[in-house]
């Protein structure tokens, strides 16, 4: 019994070296709700994203939340509205919009310049954004999810480095987005460097 | 007694795979002589918002030689110049800007962006950078007869690092070497020859010490079973 159990761990010692070869981007790009489909104002954008990018900047809204496709459909309106119709920008500010109902928004996607962390980083970084306030409350893990996802699939396409770097939104600007909650998670990822 | 050490044993070299820590990896730039450097250094704006930052160069024994300071007035945009470097510190942007003008040939070599906060220890910010700068081009063609050894063999040194090197794209590294089509394909078909080696040494050097943890425990393991 004890040969056999010897001979499992063996087994999964050599799986665990053959493992570390498997790299991300084997992963395959998972569904991302395309501008169409949550009925985004066209983007007046026309700044490009020098790719691959090095960093990846993870911010929250600080606005409502939601957490079903019909809510969160909504909430993606709403804040490309803010942005593009308030505060004049070309486009929603963010790259990438995630939802507590675990779906990933098409934002500005991969290949133009957001406005999501100011000048310095704007070039630099994708911007990616959890819809909602994490300073009191941690995000679904769905939402968590969908994000690794997201970024396994900037590797794949080489829209982001295969060493890029996460930062929080509050380690790039002065601010406390992405929340204290979330900021304690993002912490936490492989490719998080502060 | 002797089965628990050797589970003991086992664990631990799964633990060791596991945890596979970021290597701080060089970025690579080449340049010819009279170009410029430049690069940018995130740091923490929480952490470091009001702390001095340095431009360092790490000699071959990795003695350290600190080439600029920011100013001591820290938490306001500044910047300094010392001979050929600039350093422009943007706390609210928690980016350090460096520029290097008129390089030599003599500048090749080990940079970082750190924390300066004597006496402790300086904290490494982004990646050491691996400075290549080669002599102009058209300044060779002239002196051929005397300089192309040394130039080839910094070339080759310095591309066979060991340590894992982001090259950038070709772009970057080619600039400035189409004045002389010949010099430059030489060079050029010199590159994709070693990246190779390199790559092969790595897999290799991965394999070979995989191999031997695994070789070890089997001795121990059949050592223990055979009794």
Redesign the interface.
């Given at each position: 019994m004890s040969r056999l159990c010897a001979l499992l761990a063996w087994a999964l010692l050599a799986l665990q070296g053959l493992g570390e070869g498997a790299t991300e981007d084997e992963a395959c790009c998972g569904p991302i709700v395309p501008r169409r489909e949550w009925r985004a104002l066209a983007s007046e954008c026309a700044q490009e994203l020098k790719l691959p990018a090095r960093y990846v900047v993870v911010s929250h809204t600080a606005g409502g939340h939601c957490d079903t496709p019909a809510s969160c459909l909504q909430q993606a309106q709403n804040v490309q509205h803010y942005h593009a119709r308030t505060l004049g920008y070309c486009d929603v500010a963010y790259n990438f919009l995630i939802g507590e109902d675990g779906l990933v928004y098409e934002g500005r996607g991969w290949k133009i310049k957001g406005d999501h962390s100011g000048p310095t980083w704007n070039p630099r970084a994708i911007g990616i954004t959890f819809m909602g306030n994490f300073m009191e409350r941690s995000p679904h893990p769905r939402a968590i999810r969908a994000a690794k996802s997201l970024l396994a699939c900037g590797v794949a396409r080489g829209a982001l480095l295969p060493n890029y770097e996460v930062k929080g939104h509050r380690d790039v600007q002065q601010t406390l987005s992405p929340g204290d909650r979330l900021y304690d998670i993002i912490q936490e990822w492989p490719h998080y460097r502060e | 007694m002797r089965?628990a050490r050797?589970?003991g044993l086992?664990w631990t070299?799964?633990i060791l795979?596991?945890q596979?820590a970021?290597r701080s990896?060089e970025i690579k730039y080449t340049r010819t002589e009279g170009q410029s450097l430049s690069e940018?250094c995130?740091f923490?704006?929480?952490?470091y918002f009001s702390i001095r930052k340095a431009w360092q160069r790490l000699g071959d024994r990795g003695e350290i030689q600190t080439l600029a300071i920011t100013d001591r007035v820290s938490g306001q945009s500044s910047k300094v110049h010392v001979d050929r470097c600039s350093l422009e510190d943007?706390p609210?942007?928690?980016?350090l800007h460096v520029h290097m003008t008129d390089l030599r040939v003599e500048d090749s070599g080990l940079y970082q962006c750190v924390i300066y906060q004597p006496p402790k220890a300086p904290v490494l910010l982004h990646h050491p950078i691996r400075l290549v700068v080669t002599k102009d081009p058209a300044q060779d063609l002239a002196q051929r007869s005397t300089l192309p050894p040394v130039t080839t063999k910094a070339r080759v040194k310095t591309r066979t690092n060991p340590s894992p090197v982001?090259q950038l794209p070709a772009s970057e590294s080619t600039a400035g070497l189409g004045v002389n089509p010949t010099h430059g394909t030489d060079v050029l078909s010199m590159e994709p020859r070693i990246s190779v080696i390199s790559t092969v040494t790595i897999v290799v050097c991965g394999i070979l010490s995989?191999s031997l943890v695994?070789t070890f425990?089997?001795i121990a393991?059949q050592r223990s079973?055979g009794r």
């Open positions: - | 089965k050797l589970w086992l070299s799964f795979e596991l596979g970021p990896e940018s995130p923490n704006v929480m952490k943007i609210t942007e928690g980016i982001t995989k695994f425990l089997l393991t079973f």
